[in-house]
T-cell receptor, first 111, second 114 residues
Framework: GESVGLHLPTLSVQEGDNSIINCAYS??????FIWYKQESGKGPQFIID?????DKRQGQRVTVLLNKTVKHLSLQIAATQPGDSAVYFC??????????FGAGTRLTVKP | KAGVTQTPRYLIKTRGQQVTLSCSPI?????VSWYQQTPGQGLQFLFE???????NKGNFPGRFSGRQFSNSRSEMNVSTLELGDSALYLC?????????????FGPGTRLTVL
């Protein structure tokens, strides 16, 4: 069936390095994508979104890239900090307003 | 604006009991969605309410139900609790604009079934 999934369940990076978290989706009808960050003991927090008519969107230290050809979404975090340690989820929304989430990637930042 | 609030934050129940969780969305948001989160399962959609009507429903048994009040506050109920119902239950209020469709999550209710 159609699903949203993540390539890697865990990612460990050195403080100051850039992080890249990947997400694959299979529903070609999805037209809106969101990245969420979830810290321990908290609910997911919105980071950045992108519509399917865009390839790239930048925020503060974060960039989301969308490759519709291969149905791939990535989140890039520049100069990763210890406070970035969390689980990151991608989510997709298709025309039927069904928001679906990936399993999540745990990012660990080493000092 | 105040964020999404959920009560209680922690709950311990025994098998066979029932439980009611409460969620207050961000002021002005009329849509509330509920999710179950367990280790390794990610976020699983339970149901969504909009203007007091259930608009979408996930693949959960009928023991899971919900409702929404006229002030947009929502409750979910789980009857005849099972050990597997132990999870973090998240509520999200939803905001649509012409360009975005974003869900804002509450801190969750951690339910433990013994």
């Amino acid at each position: 069936g159609e699903s949203v999934g993540l390539h890697l369940p865990t990612l460990s990076v050195q403080e100051g390095d850039n992080s890249i978290i990947n997400c694959a989706y299979s529903n070609s009808a999805s037209d809106y994508f969101i990245w969420y960050k979830q810290e321990s003991g908290k609910g997911p927090q919105f980071i950045i979104d992108i519509r399917s008519n865009m390839d790239k969107r930048q925020g503060q230290r974060v960039t989301v890239l969308l490759n519709k050809t291969v149905k791939h979404l990535s989140l890039q975090i520049a100069a990763t900090q210890p406070g970035d340690s969390a689980v990151y989820f991608c989510a997709e929304n298709s025309n039927n307003n069904d928001m679906r989430f990936g399993a999540g990637t745990r990012l660990t930042v080493k000092p | 604006k105040a964020g999404v609030t959920q009560t209680p934050r922690y709950l311990i129940k025994t098998r066979g009991q029932q439980v009611t969780l409460s969620c207050s969305p961000i002021s002005g948001h009329r849509s509330v969605s509920w999710y179950q989160q367990t280790p390794g399962q990610g976020l699983q959609f339970l149901f969504e309410y909009f203007s007091e009507t259930q608009r979408n429903k996930g693949n959960f048994p009928g023991r899971f139900s919900g409702r929404q009040f006229s002030n947009s506050r929502s409750e979910m109920n789980v009857s005849t609790l099972e050990l597997g119902d132990s999870a973090l239950y998240l509520c999200a209020s939803r905001e649509w604009t012409t360009r975005t469709d974003t869900q804002y999550f509450g801190p969750g209710t951690r339910l433990t079934v013994l």
